[in-house]
């Protein structure tokens, strides 16, 4: 069964710094893009970043600089570092991850870790 466990959301201040952390585990398909999305009450669920297997990223451009997606493939494991945080920063963070299996890739989600940033 694949599980994605995320960790590393918790309260900070404004300006400062959180890492979270995505393992994905139970899976034996070939893992492709892997990112990160948020969702602040009566919002939709946005991309925050997203990393392809060979590295590529890509940024929502409320997060671009202070924001730095990474992935560990030998770990199974994508990272999110952020920077400089901001109260419209608060949301729960899920991480997603694309598994490959032929032709096919399938969407898997970890169950959230709340992010709030106080002003």
């Known amino acids: 069964q694949v599980q994605l466990v995320e960790s590393g959301g918790g309260l900070v201040q404004a300006g400062g710094s959180l890492r979270l952390s995505c393992a994905v585990s139970?899976?034996?398909?070939?893992?492709?893009?892997m990112g990160w999305y948020r969702q602040a009450p009566g919002n939709q669920r946005e991309l925050v970043a997203a990393?392809?297997?060979?590295?590529?990223?890509n940024y929502a451009d409320s997060v671009k600089g202070r924001v730095t997606i990474s992935r560990d493939n030998a770990k199974n494991t994508v990272y999110l570092q952020m920077n400089s945080l901001k109260p419209e920063d608060t949301a729960v963070y899920y991480c997603?991850?694309?598994?490959?299996?032929?032709?096919?890739?399938?969407?898997?989600w970890g169950q959230g870790t709340q992010v709030t940033v106080s002003s």
């Open positions: 997603n991850a694309g598994l490959r299996s032929g032709g096919i890739i399938y969407s898997y």
């Open positions: 139970g899976s034996t398909f070939s893992i492709n893009t």
């Open positions: 990393i392809t297997s060979s590295g590529s990223t």
